[in-house]
């Protein structure tokens, strides 16, 4: 079972469900790293609203996932997280996820469309530099 | 099950939660196994019981195995203990060849951290 992600202009937006095997995981990663890379996406918003549980196991893959998207430079937020499962994640021992948390879609969204505004200003200056770099050397 | 026992919800996902750590721990370590599940109750409270058998190689240090941060296999190393946190009652027994766990919650209001 192919897990879809769909994008939104500079964001990814995927979910993880019950029922998920280890393979469609690990296919889910390569797909999300691969979309980050080639389409220069700056953030990606992983919804866990369907996941009434969440052990151990599962709290590592998320942010092993998390975790291999930030290295490639995007903002990660993991939204939709159920009451319940975030008590049992504190009880276990697994309160530190390492990736920002919203309550969830739509926060998520918001929080990342931050980071994609604030990253404007600075992707302007970038293409300035590359435009100019390129005229010199044409020149 | 733990529904129809008249468990919370914080419970039912507490148990269920245990339930999938201990029952991923025999079908990835342990070679797969058994997992019977029971609620008992006497009149005055409510128990629920899983008892998961694997016939895996066994777990050669349970002190290790049982504190946070080991892992073998390549894991945060929370999920014995993890569990251990998560129920009421906590017993394991392990050698070469079978590993057993078995767990406990009971219906009961939670105060603070609980003796196991």
Redesign the interface.
């Known amino acids: 079972m192919k897990i879809p992600i769909l994008r939104l202009g500079k964001i990814l937006l995927t979910s993880f469900q019950e029922g998920l095997t280890d393979r469609d995981i690990i296919d889910l990663q390569y797909d999300l790293l691969d979309m980050v890379n080639k389409t220069e996406i700056e953030g990606v918003i992983i919804d866990v609203t369907a996941l009434d549980i969440v052990d151990s196991y599962l709290a590592n893959l998320l942010n092993d996932t998390a975790r291999m998207v930030k290295i490639l430079g995007a903002e990660v937020v993991i939204s939709g997280i159920q009451p319940f499962v975030a008590l049992t994640l504190v009880e276990i021992g697994q309160g530190a996820l390492e990736v920002r948390t919203a309550l969830n879609l739509e926060h998520g969204l918001g929080m990342l469309n931050c980071t994609v505004e604030n990253n404007k200003p600075v992707m302007r200056k970038l293409k300035k530099y590359k435009k100019n770099a390129r005229n010199r050397i044409s020149n | 099950m733990a529904a129809d026992a008249g468990f919370k919800?914080?419970d039912?996902?507490?148990f269920?939660?245990a339930i999938?750590?201990l029952t991923?721990n025999a079908f990835r370590y342990g070679k797969g196994g058994i997992c019977e599940i029971n609620v008992h109750s006497d009149g005055f409270k409510t128990a629920i019981r899983a008892r998961i058998c694997d016939q895996g190689p066994g777990i050669p240090n349970l002190d290790q195995a049982l504190s946070?941060g080991f892992s073998t296999g390549g894991?945060?190393g929370?999920?014995l203990?993890?569990?251990k946190?998560?129920v009421d009652k906590f017993k394991i027994k392990s050698q070469p060849g079978k590993t057993e766990v078995e767990i406990v919650i009971f219906i009961k209001p939670r105060i603070g951290v609980t003796d196991l």
């Open positions: 919800d914080a039912q996902v507490r269920a939660t999938s750590e991923q946070d894991s945060m929370l999920g203990p993890g569990v946190r998560l």
